[in-house]
């Protein structure tokens, strides 16, 4: 049972325009939530979050929405640049005990192209 | 040091042969996971470290799997008798405190494992 969900496995976007990544989940219990990038040949870096009592959470070029009755959030890069290529996990952190259990969706690999 | 360091980057082996895999976390970093990422997956949650106190291993797939944690700091994860399903990218993280919705784990390279 998939709990966190990345529909896109790729998304191809021109330089300066919008991208936008989605993620979808399913555990209502989920009170936070993450984004991480990941280039090739290293690990995942932490990019952006948010806390389930808000909608939006902003950093520079990079916004997260977050839609709690459509169980759904979503990532918007603008403008994306070359160096945004990379692939993107959408996490999410339960609340109590298991909340290091970050639970990861299977990505999204991004391709800005110049 | 800067930055979590895993060793070895890459390893090739046998089915049956044992694996070690270590992770050298942040210096001061109390927390310590390992999480995995096969071909095409997300990255799944082995085990987690945090001090001295006993460590989850709820995410660990088999009795095949440990991990330890010597020091409060170096750990290292065993895998023993290797099947083709174990190939994967081992990913080793830590966090300066348990991860409680501050929502930053600082990940290593990982250690790609195939077995043949």
């Known amino acids: 049972d998939q709990q966190v969900k990345q529909n896109s496995p790729s998304l191809s976007v021109q330089e300066g325009r919008i991208s936008i990544l989605n993620c979808d989940y399913t555990?209502?219990?989920?009170?936070?939530f993450l984004w991480y990038k990941k280039y090739p040949a290293e690990g995942p870096t932490f990019l952006i979050s948010?806390?389930?009592?808000?909608d939006k959470n902003e950093d520079g070029r990079f916004t997260v929405f977050l839609n709690k009755s459509a169980k759904h959030l979503s990532l918007h890069i603008v403008p994306s640049q070359p160096g945004d290529s990379a692939v993107y996990f959408c996490?999410?952190?339960?609340?109590?005990?298991?909340?290091?259990?970050?639970?990861f969706g299977k990505g999204t690999k991004l391709s800005v192209i110049p | 040091g800067a930055g979590v360091s895993q060793s070895p980057s890459n390893k090739v082996t046998e089915k049956g042969k044992d694996v070690e895999l270590r992770c050298d976390p942040i210096?001061?970093?109390?927390?310590l996971y390992w999480y995995r990422q096969s071909l095409g997956q997300g990255l799944e949650f082995l085990i987690y470290?945090?001090?001295?106190?006993?460590?989850?291993k709820s995410g660990l797939p088999s009795d095949r799997f440990s991990a330890e944690r010597t020091g409060g700091s170096v750990s290292t994860l065993t895998i023993q008798r290797t099947q083709q399903e174990d190939s994967a990218v081992y990913l080793c993280?830590?966090?300066?405190?348990?991860?409680?919705?501050?929502?930053?784990?600082?990940f290593g390279e990982g250690s790609r494992l195939t077995v043949l």
């Open positions: 993280a830590s966090s300066l405190v348990r991860l409680a919705n501050t929502g930053e784990l600082f």
């Open positions: 555990n209502s219990m989920f009170d936070y």
């Open positions: 948010i806390s389930s009592i808000k």
């Open positions: 996490a999410a952190n339960p609340p109590g005990a298991g909340s290091y259990q970050l639970t």
């Open positions: 210096s001061g970093h109390t927390a």
């Open positions: 470290f945090q001090g001295n106190s006993a460590p989850d």
